[in-house]
């Protein structure tokens, strides 16, 4: 029962003009720019992404230990 209710509501998939797919090179260049202090804007610029699927990437790249906070935050070295 509780399935057939599920199958009735209205989904709302947020984001969903956003792409969240990254390979491993993508992944390695944003952790290169990140530690070099560039902004999510200057990745994304040189990536070719939405800056919001850049600052979702950081997010969980932050998330998993693989980032480290830095100076000036998202804005790296602009702030």
Known sequence: METQFVSRRKIYLACEELN?????TEVSNF???WDDGKSIRQI???LDRDPDEVLILALDQSK????QP?????LGRMA
């Open 20 to 24: 969240f797919v990254w390979d491993g």
């Open 70 to 74: 830095r100076d000036g935050g998202l």
């Open 31 to 33: 952790r290169n720019m």
């Open 44 to 46: 994304a610029e040189v």
């Open 64 to 67: 998993r230990d693989l980032i």
